[in-house]
């Protein structure tokens, strides 16, 4: 069983930057393919970014590209999500999820972490 920890959120101004991270314990980390999704107040879940098992390949959702990096190091365990220039409308909770297929489809994802908030202010 995996176990999932977020971390890094918190108040940011438009414009401004914050990374994210989230740690992996209760399996070789190697091995997941790696999520990270957001829900905004009275929102449905929105899929952001994942990254591959090796960390090769990257997919984001069309509103991030160019401002958000996903990475991650299988030395640490850890997933990280970059988030630059951002803006009022990526204010939401942010969620890391495991899964054993790449995809950007919630429902591939079985593990999720509890959650980090983030706001921007305008």
């Known amino acids: 069983q995996v176990q999932l920890v977020e971390s890094g959120g918190g108040l940011v101004q438009t414009g401004g930057s914050l990374r994210l991270s989230c740690a992996a314990s209760?399996?070789?980390?190697?091995?997941?393919?790696m999520g990270w999704f957001r829900q905004a107040p009275e929102k449905e879940r929105e899929f952001v970014a994942a990254?591959?098992?090796?960390?090769?390949?990257?997919n984001y959702v069309d509103s991030v590209k160019g401002r958000f990096i996903i990475s991650r190091d299988n030395a640490k365990n850890t997933v990280y999500l970059q988030m630059n220039s951002l803006k009022p409308e990526d204010t939401a909770v942010y969620y890391c999820a495991t899964g054993e297929y790449y995809s950007s489809s919630s429902a591939e994802y079985k593990t999720w972490g509890q959650g980090t908030q983030v706001t921007v202010s305008s």
């Open positions: 990254i591959s098992r090796t960390g090769v390949a990257t």
């Open positions: 209760g399996r070789t980390f190697s091995t997941l393919v």
